[in-house]
């Protein structure tokens, strides 16, 4: 008989995983259960239909039914999977249906965080978790007169434009002194917030949202004291590792929440690690590269090249997965975000002491036409490169990904800055503002060093 | 007495390394003599002046006279040098001034080839050299019927766009049996051909010039036995090293036909390397990265990365200069066209047998407005990454600097693969196409690998 697989989840890990699973391999019997009525669309793209700059939420679904069954997959949508038996290899629907596995992979993937405070059911409290959830922001899009967006993270901000444009005063709320805590310092974080200021958003931060109000429909937000109209509340504070399955069917978790699993993405039951259970994507804890301690990785393209490890796995051909990095790069109403590595929050958690450079620069030769600025920060741990962020206008993620492999392969400032780069005055200035930036900062490293051994 | 230091060569080589000496010391006494009436101007932004996306020559102008006076510069434009003294260390004006100096700089860039055809100096015959070329090429822009491009190199295309903006009838030359010959391989270069051809222009390859014809202005080109019309003539073929004063002086030049430098662009004679005695840019030939062979590598950012090395000589903080890869972008008519490293062509000149892979992707999420494809050639030693080619609308550049750097380390296809890189819709799809090739190439080699081991 051949094997029997079973994925729970059908987002950017176990669809993905699925896929790879379904096309290489022919003797496999597949099932993929989603509680959601759609799979296999772009979670991402869900701010830029929002702010009308794609057509449709049907632009995003990237496969259809007819997709699955061409290569053989078995999707069942809006079917939750209620338990879990293990010893029996098993799962069991909401419904009751009992279906036997060969092999399981968990990829439940994140829940948003819905914050603990008065309100959050009332109509109008909306999260952006799904295709649905968009569906129903974009049906309320024009009729919002005051939108807030609690959470200063990076679906919400990538939202925030869209209310703007529809014509709605926008607040947005974080509860740490700053935006996007998660990937930029302060001093970084505060170019997003001008850039989202000079469009009219107004933004708080350092306080949290302590009530909303209404009766049925959201009327106000009270935070620090002071109450502001809603007619609608995005909740975008975070996400967490969605794992109460796991939990109720006896899965390790670790101290971030999320499902141990080892470099071949096993799950483990009292300490054992499980052959034939797999976990991966949102949902699971996995090794940071610079810290070398678990952590938890929420965005797409760490889910999506999991898969890849996974589908492998499954397939007999074990090879480990390496420590994550998780270069990451959102676009705020036009701005480009960056972000790899550490940041210092992320350094001061993990004992480092980042030496850092900021760097100003422009994406294009001053002379021509469209190019913007950009600001780059970079981290070192006073001799390897350890994170950087990155804040401009155009051609962030490309800088990003310069980063992300020199990080990766412990590379110095100065091992960057010796890098060539090419020169066109359509795309960049003479001298790429990261290498000026690399340059200086293995400047500072070595006179530090110096310093020290003055010492 | 501060030392004396005179720069022969105002350009992008010479007066960038003057412009680093000034900033970093004060006690020099810093000459730069130029034939050209004007320095310290992009040249690479002449083709898009002639475009009118930047609107005028002007704005080319980087520096002007009164910086170079506030950094005690003393630059002397439209002053040739005849001759060098290098036994008495002095140069000799072609009005016979006598200058001594310390320490001198040979920076006398490239000549443009002029090909060996009757009527290269018909009035309307121009070539693209410095910024009165421009000048003179743009006063005659409007009037230009019949545009003949004789190179199909990248000065040649990049300008192109501008004739047929204009109205011109646009035919272009090239004597080898592709376009940009250096840069790409054939496969690749047909999708420059057939973007200029969709533009409009007639792409002649694998048929050198035979005659540019007319009374006193040029009428005519004829090639392959076909006369064509032509009121205007660019001539594009390529440059040379500017080496005449060099070699008059006895220093001495290598096979490629470039100045000797070792690596601290010291100059030899008779096969003595003079300490005092420096050239860089697109005069001396160096070492590239891959072959461990001397090239001429005649693109700005070399140059003004050469002259940071030259500068720091001088200064007496010897840096030996690495080898070269000299990774390469060109906008044409908005196609952005990137290389870096060895193309097949110097491969086999090399000795080396590449194996190569083609991947087609996209710049942003196949839902994303404004997306467009891009073609990627990869190719290794059967190990190594050694060379890459990027044809696409947008972004090409970023993917050349990830390539430039992983080729600089030395890395194999799969160390890119493993690279991680971001992910946003407007920017990149999920999978970067050139993490989608590094990994195809990576397969391919361990399969070619494989087969080997089988024999």
Known sequence: MSPRIIFIGGGGAGLTAAFHLARKSHDMQITVFSRDPVVAYSHCGMPFVLDKIIPGFDRLVIYGPEAFKDLGLDVRTSTAIKEIDIDDKAVITETGERIEYDRLVIATGPSPFIPPVPGTSLDGVCTLANLEDGKKLSERMNAVKYAVIIGGGPIGLETAPAFLDAGAKVAIIERLPQLMPSALDPDMATLVQTHLEKRGAKIITGRGVESINGKTQVES??????????????????????????????????????????????????????????????????????????????????????????????????????????????????LHVGSVGLNTHACEAAGIKPVTFNARGATRARYYPGRTSVEIKLLSDGDRLIGGQIVGGENVHSKVNVLALAIGKGMTPADLAEAETCYAPPVTPMIDPLTYAAEMLALKNARLKKADYGH
């Open 221 to 334: 937000v009270t935070c620090g004291g002071e109450t502001m109209p809603a007619d609608l509340v995005l909740l975008s504070a975070g996400v967490r590792p969605n794992t109460a399955l796991a939990r109720r069917s006896g899965i390790d978790l670790g101290a971030t929440g999320g499902i141990i699993v080892d470099e071949y993405f096993r799950v483990q039951r009292n300490g054992k690690v499980l052959d034939d259970v797999l976990a991966a994507g949102d949902c699971v804890e996995v090794t940071g590269l610079i810290t070398g301690k678990p952590g938890i990785f929420a965005v797409g393209s760490v889910a999506n090249r999991q898969a890849g490890y996974v589908a492998d796995y499954l397939l007999g051909r074990k090879r480990p997965y390496p420590p994550v990095l998780c270069p990451t790069i959102n676009v705020i109403g036009g």
